[in-house]
C-alpha cells in the first residue's frame, strides 16, 4: 500500500511540475495567452467535488499544452 501511495504521490508531483513548466513558458514567451489561463477549468475543488484527482490534473495540463501548440501553429514567429 505505501508503494503504492509512493507511485501515485510521484504521478502527481510529476504533473504539477508538467503544470508549473508550461504555465511558466506561457507568462515568459506567450504573456498574450496569460488571460486565457483565468478562463481554463480550474483544478481547484469545489463543494461538489472536493478532491483533486490525477485526471483533473492531466485534464488541465493537456488543455493548457493544447492552447499552446494551437497558438504556435496560428501564430508561428517570424526570422528577423
Given at each position: 500500500?505505501?508503494?503504492?501511495?509512493?507511485?501515485?504521490?510521484?504521478?502527481?508531483?510529476?504533473?504539477?511540475?508538467?503544470?508549473?513548466?508550461?504555465?511558466?513558458?506561457?507568462?515568459?514567451?506567450?504573456?498574450?495567452?496569460?488571460?486565457?489561463?483565468?478562463?481554463?477549468?480550474?483544478?481547484?475543488?469545489?463543494?461538489?467535488?472536493?478532491?483533486?484527482?490525477?485526471?483533473n490534473?492531466?485534464?488541465?495540463?493537456?488543455?493548457?499544452?493544447?492552447?499552446?501548440?494551437?497558438?504556435?501553429?496560428?501564430?508561428?514567429?517570424?526570422?528577423?
Amino acid at each position: 500500500m505505501e508503494k503504492e501511495n509512493n507511485i501515485n504521490e510521484q504521478i502527481e508531483n510529476d504533473l504539477n511540475s508538467k503544470i508549473l513548466k508550461i504555465t511558466m513558458r506561457i507568462k515568459d514567451f506567450n504573456p498574450e495567452l496569460s488571460k486565457y489561463l483565468e478562463e481554463m477549468p480550474v483544478t481547484v475543488p469545489s463543494e461538489n467535488d472536493p478532491e483533486i484527482t490525477f485526471n483533473n490534473l492531466k485534464s488541465y495540463y493537456e488543455s493548457l499544452n493544447s492552447m499552446l501548440n494551437k497558438y504556435k501553429v496560428e501564430h508561428p514567429k517570424t526570422e528577423e
